[in-house]
């Protein structure tokens, strides 16, 4: 029986966009159950509690179609009350800084995934942009070990190879790399080695795979069917249950943003990232998906490329709620 | 001719005292010229700004005996106004978090001393107790560029062995290891290896000695013929215009600062730093230097121990005055 893409549990693994009423209608409609949203990349300590307090305004004013989410039921109850749930993500540690307790405060206010770095060394671990990657420090390992007790997912995105593998094995709980691909597809700083791949779905982690153009082979111009290709490949290697979508979509967003991601204010020169013709802009989403409505055709083009309804379903949202399930 | 003490520049690199009245009068009376203060080791950027405020205060409150210093000539005024100059600076690097921009705001503040990290790994660079010495990180490489250009010394204690070299090897301004001593000396996690201490001299660079029992051969009970033997041995090392005194003096603090200093907020666990015997309290210092004042006992010892009043004179004080004068 084929399955109706609307009554599933659909989830984006990553998003990072600049919310307003018609992005939050585009998801709703577009029958997504729960996106996890990132707040902040380089902001600390008062600047992450002020974006959590922005969010409080969007629930409010957009109470109709979207609802925050703290644990997997929050995201069962939005799904029968016809909402989107918000799960709240850090890309970076840098609003913790140097201190273990903020891990739990944040906890509080439902930050329900922290990556260790981004791009850059932090107090924690290695960013997968450093010339040398120290991998999980110290305070990593107690952060780490904290994150595991509030049921707080240990995110690798931009982490370095080192760092993945440490937090990997260190790690009580399963870790996630929310926002990536494999580097069989697209050779990148920010994509996947098959063996890190490998233990990381040894010890039941996750991997969201990416549609960000520098994530993918031949960037924008990627194919649907070289996408779905990738994720046959990557079901042979680590098993199906261990791979869903996070689709690091950032829409909205002026080009400043893509250039502040970059540079935060770590340099006074200009770092352009995975950008190698030193583009200052936005790149360019391939047209399959450009919106996050666009993971309907994530799922139809994994059925016309191979897989069947179930595995298709399983990629871009039941995996992702079954991993969340062991954590909160 | 003889050289009178008071009469000299004396210099001590570092100290953390809970400084009062009677800690400065004592250091004045001692003849002392100028000392660099440690200000914060795991405080965030507003916490430190507060620290530099309490100075204000200090300084108004003792303007018959002590000043801030910024530059070597403010140092020269005070040694002419009969005042102790004080220098500031941070023991880590946590005060700048991820934000470049800082340093300048804290070398306006007066901030003359940066370390780059605290025995801990930072967004900058790699720390003496990490398993893993990251070296010098992206952020690490622009934040030494800055304080090269503001005339900020950087300051590698506590720094892992890999961060020493790639900063001694990427600044363009000689840097110091404010107080550390050689590991021929005492073998320790803080202490410095005879390659390091080579490179750092060749680039011009400075070691201030220390006078913290666990940084010297027997700890508190290391006699004063065996630190003025090491001095000695480490002149024939690297060349005597490299060599002064950090005391690294720590005075005034309840058992629960020392505690604090190992473990900041970044464990929930105890961490006993250096302590083998995982002590809760200071360590005892030796009888010959538990005061600022007592930099006079390590002047008269270098002379009844083989160094000409000239030499001793050097290591007391001119050597720190002529390597900061290259700065600032």
Redesign the interface.
Known sequence: MKKEFSDQIIIDGLQYCNWNRELFEDVWKGGLTAIHATLVY?E??EESFEKIKEWDLRFNENKDIICHAKTTNDILEAKKNNKVAILFGFQNS?PI?????LVESFFQKGLRFMQLTYN?????A?GC???????V????K?VIE?MNRLGMIVDLSHAGKQTCLDAIHHSSQPVAISHANPNFFHKALRNIDDDVLIKLAKKNGFIGLSLYPYHLKNQGKCTIEDFCAMVRQLINLIGIEHIGIGSDLCNNWPDEVVMWMRN??????IDYGESISKSTAWPEQPSWFTKGSDLRNIFESLVLNGLTDDEAIKIVGINWFEFMKNHF
Do not use: V
């Open positions: 380089w600390n300590t840098a800084a140097n201190d273990i307790y850059n060394q932090t107090p924690l290695g942009f450093e010339p040398k990657d120290s991998g420090s110290r305070f990593g107690a904290e935060g204010k770590w340099t006074k020169k």
